[in-house]
T-cell receptor
Framework: GAVVSQHPSRVICKSGTSVKIECRSL??????MFWYRQFPKQSLMLMAT?????????EQGVEKDKFLINHASLTLSTLTVTSAHPEDSSFYIC???????????FGPGTRLTVL | GEDVEQSLFLSVREGDSSVINCTYT??????LYWYKQEPGAGLQLLTY?????DMKQDQRLTVLLNKKDKHLSLRIADTQTGDSAIYFC??????????FGAGTQVVVTP
């Protein structure tokens, strides 16, 4: 199947700093990328959907000024957690699909720890 | 709101069959999915079933869907140690948005 990578896999930062997470589709062009957040022993919660070249659509309760999403190319989307706080510590997972009816391929996730 | 529920843990002996159950609430779901997550890896799509189907079989995997009860199950025949992982069920709408359960940790013992 298609490969989606995330970078970094793990990041520790101080409270108040901003962290950028990259999601790349390595062997296909992703018209849509999704960002999820997963707490321990809980399900993946969809945060936002991003389509290449347009603004991301955020799920209810997700602050768009806090979680900045950029999908500037067909192979790269970035999630920036601005002014991170300890409650933002979580596992962030992205997925990508080539077309509307296409399968979503998931990245391996990024573990964010905010001290 | 919509909710997907599944049990958190299942222990099974190697060679036996595993059955993982899932219930969902959104009757407008178009597809229902089973994903597998191994440590350090992304979610891998195992199989899916269209909402107007009752059953789908794919080698060792059998998916049963009871749409009336909104109940989905995944049966793994002849479970192997390599099947140890977390299994997520998910429901998807026609736009491809997925709603996941919390995942079932399957542990296969020799």
């Amino acid at each position: 199947g298609a490969v989606v990578s995330q970078h970094p896999s793990r990041v520790i930062c101080k409270s108040g700093t901003s962290v950028k997470i990259e999601c790349r589709s390595l062997d296909f062009q992703a018209t849509t990328m999704f960002w999820y957040r997963q707490f321990p022993k809980q399900s993946l919660m969809l945060m936002a959907t991003s389509n290449e070249g347009s603004k991301a659509t955020y799920e209810q309760g997700v602050e768009k000024d806090k979680f900045l999403i950029n999908h500037a190319s067909l192979t790269l989307s970035t999630l920036t957690v601005t002014s991170a706080h300890p409650e933002d510590s979580s596992f962030y997972i992205c997925s990508a699909r080539e077309s509307l009816a296409g399968e979503q391929f998931f990245g391996p996730g990024t573990r964010l720890t905010v001290l | 709101g919509e909710d997907v529920e599944q049990s958190l843990f299942l222990s099974v002996r190697e060679g036996d069959s595993s059955v993982i159950n899932c219930t969902y609430t959104d009757s407008s779901s178009t597809y229902l999915y089973w994903y597998k997550q191994e440590p350090g890896a992304g979610l891998q799509l195992l199989t899916y079933i269209f909402s107007n189907m009752d059953m789908k079989q794919d080698q060792r995997l059998t998916v049963l869907l009871n749409k009336k009860d909104k109940h989905l199950s995944l049966r793994i025949a002849d479970t192997q140690t390599g099947d140890s992982a977390i299994y997520f069920c998910a429901e998807g709408d026609s736009w491809g948005k997925l709603q996941f359960g919390a995942g079932t940790q399957v542990v296969v013992t020799p």
